[in-house]
């Protein structure tokens, strides 16, 4: 299953999806809203004015709500996106909930069961497990 050899890394993630694109190009997702090798499981659901790609894998029972801008990220199962947020460089794990407005970037990376709460920003966060992240993260940095 190609969903499971995508794996959570956010650097090599776009080297797999262009083998994908050249191998196996009809289990890519084309479109206006999609740009560059995307991945997205059949069971996810994608809202209206999104901006996919490029490099972008989207898992099994994902929710993309409106406006979500998404690049060079992988959203693992049963992860929701709230409206208007923008996600680059980074990794959602299992069971996330990113809220509205919320900015991630520089390889952040959220462990399974994360709730980031409305317009906050994360710069290269590492949370671990069954956390809520109720304050941004402007630095690098490990959340226990």
């Not at 801008?69 to 693992?76: D, E, I, K, P, S």
């Not at 671990?128 to 490990?142: D, F, G, Y």
Request: glycine share 10%; proline share 6%; net charge neutral.
């Amino acid at each position: 299953d190609v969903y499971k050899r995508q794996g959570i890394n956010a650097e090599y993630g776009g080297l797999y999806l262009n083998w994908i694109k050249h191998k196996h190009p009809t289990q890519l997702v084309s479109g206006d809203a999609y740009t560059g090798p995307v991945l997205i499981h059949p069971s996810a659901k994608i809202g209206d004015n999104c901006k996919i790609g490029p490099n972008v894998t989207i898992g099994p029972n994902c929710v993309i709500e409106s406006g979500v801008r998404l690049v060079n990220t992988t959203v693992l199962e049963g992860s929701t996106i709230r409206e208007n947020s923008w996600i680059k460089n980074s990794i959602v794990g299992w069971q996330c909930t990113i809220g509205r407005w919320v900015r991630m970037e520089n390889v952040s990376v959220l462990a399974e069961d994360v709730f980031v709460e409305d317009e906050l920003y994360l710069n290269g966060g590492r949370v671990l497990p069954h956390k809520t992240i109720s304050q941004s993260i402007p630095e690098p940095a490990i959340i226990m």
